[in-house]
């Protein structure tokens, strides 16, 4: 399978520049020339499998070329060895409505379901290749406890993991910085999600310093993290046999995961539609519904994993909705760099709107989400999650929907007491971290003051 960026079609890449880069030089993200599309004949033989045998079939076809599928298929083993449930996810019925629960892996968190996979194929790739990389990577809440779980510890890579400071839980960040591994490094930024994502953005863009480091990032752009995120959509409409196609809603921010379920829609999977659940950062809510791709001031909320007004992935739909004309979306998103602003045309819109729904819901709908909840179903949901079922009924939808569950309720305990007065305990394999030193350095919001960090860390090594 070949690849181009989202910026210039023109030039073609294979996955492993994919893979290692993460992101164009360009500024534009991965995405597939063409797509391996199953038949529903196919599809249907895939119900016997196994949620590892799935992720088999389902990710082989976008990397053949880098790797053999029986080293494909040890490498997904050996990345869900640590999951808390033997099919990795689970579903589980809320009332009318089904929840995909995606947290049982070592952090509690989807993000692990891919990171886990990505932290095995970089290692695949590097032992074999007597390479070394330096992963920097932004993190809302999640990504980066996932990201370092995946890769600490691992021979010829570390980790930079920038997370705004005093805007994720405490649960968050202490599955951050309590990790004593040598190749592990946390910076606390004196900013927003936003400002740590635009510094990872514009170190890629920086060639020079870039390619001095090794560097690479394992954020949702990346398009390994998308391909092993859109099995469990697969997996899920399986399990579930239904002989028509399934609405899923997903709590999104950076619209990775939903992007991941629009690409399973596109390979020939039976979804209806795609339900894109926001908190009040609603951006993606009001460009979906009304065309307006704006970013405002990023609200800090208790589900801040959402705390996003650039949604990074949301240029991969821009894409497509533009005819894959990759001029029209330098041009889009150039303009939206710019003016933080870019009005999607009607006919894009309507396009869009065939595919995906949208809608939004303040913290005090998200708490009473999360009440109502537990007192009618005994179900303790995250903020996130709370979002999800919140956003499906907002809408109207009765019945047979599919939530994805992003994160385990532990996580966010100040939420869940304020919502229920209960506490949500941590496993106990995790109850340590409560007590554990952390390490983390605080940062101002300045690009080079972050490069000379890196330098300074990579040098001291």
């Known amino acids: 399978m070949k690849y181009v960026s989202t910026r210039n079609s023109q030039k073609e890449f294979n996955f492993k520049e994919v893979f290692i880069k993460g992101l164009a030089d360009d500024g534009g993200l991965f995405v597939p020339k063409s797509l391996k599309k199953f038949t529903e004949e ?3 033989n895939m119900s016997n499998l196994n949620y590892r045998e799935l992720a088999v079939k389902i990710m082989f076809p976008f990397c053949g070329d880098f790797i053999y599928e029986n080293e494909l298929k040890n490498i997904v083993e050996k990345s869900y060895l640590k999951f808390r449930e033997d099919d990795i996810v689970k579903i589980t019925d809320i009332g009318n409505h ?62 930079f993991v920038l997370h705004p400071n005093n805007k994720i839980s405490k649960i968050q960040r202490k599955l951050m910085t309590t990790v004593k591994d040598k190749n592990v490094f946390n910076i606390a930024i004196d900013g927003n999600f936003d400002d740590c994502q635009n510094l990872v953005k514009s170190m890629f863009e920086d060639l020079d310093f870039s390619k001095s480091i090794k560097m690479s990032g394992v954020n949702s752009i990346n398009w390994a993290r998308i391909i092993a995120q859109s099995v469990y959509y697969f997996y899920c409409y399986l399990k579930l046999d239904k002989k028509k196609s399934i609405n899923f809603s997903v709590p999104t921010g950076n619209f990775g995961d939903v992007y991941a379920g629009y690409l399973s829609k596109k390979m020939g999977l039976p979804i209806g539609r795609l339900i894109v659940a926001t908190n009040q950062n609603d951006i993606l809510h009001r460009a979906i519904s009304s065309g307006k791709y704006i970013a405002n001031q990023v609200e800090q909320t208790i589900s801040p994993s959402m705390d996003i007004q650039v949604a990074s992935n949301f240029e991969r739909l821009i894409y497509d909705v533009l005819d894959q004309n990759s001029n029209k979306t330098k041009d889009a998103m150039n303009k939206f760099k710019k ?18 729904l949208s809608e939004s819901l303040n913290q005090k709908e998200t708490l009473e989400v999360i009440k109502t909840n537990y007192e009618k179903h ?10 999800g079922l919140g956003v499906v009924n907002k809408l109207g939808f009765d019945k047979d929907c599919v939530i994805l569950s992003t994160a385990h309720p532990c996580k966010f305990p100040e939420a869940i007491n304020q919502a229920i007065q209960k506490n949500e305990n941590l496993p106990e394999e995790l109850n340590y971290i409560l007590d ?25 090594n």
């Open 98 to 159: 089904k929840l995909l629960e995606l947290f049982h892996g070592p952090t509690l968190a989807f993000k692990d379901i891919a990171m886990q996979f990505i932290g095995n194929l970089y290692d695949f790739y590097l032992k074999n290749n007597n390479q070394n990389i330096n992963i920097i990577v932004a993190t809302s809440g999640d990504t980066g406890a996932a990201a370092i779980d995946a890769i600490k510890g691992k021979k010829n890579m570390n980790i």
């Open 42 to 44: 196919e599809i249907n």
């Open 378 to 387: 005994g179900v303790i949901l995250d903020p996130h999650t709370a979002v």
């Open 339 to 356: 003016e933080k602003k870019y009005i999607i045309d009607d006919e894009s819109i309507a396009r869009i709107n065939n595919d995906f």
């Open 436 to 460: 554990e030193k952390e390490n983390f350095d605080i940062i101002e919001n300045n690009l080079e003051t972050i490069k000379n960090y890196i330098n300074q860390k990579l040098n001291a």
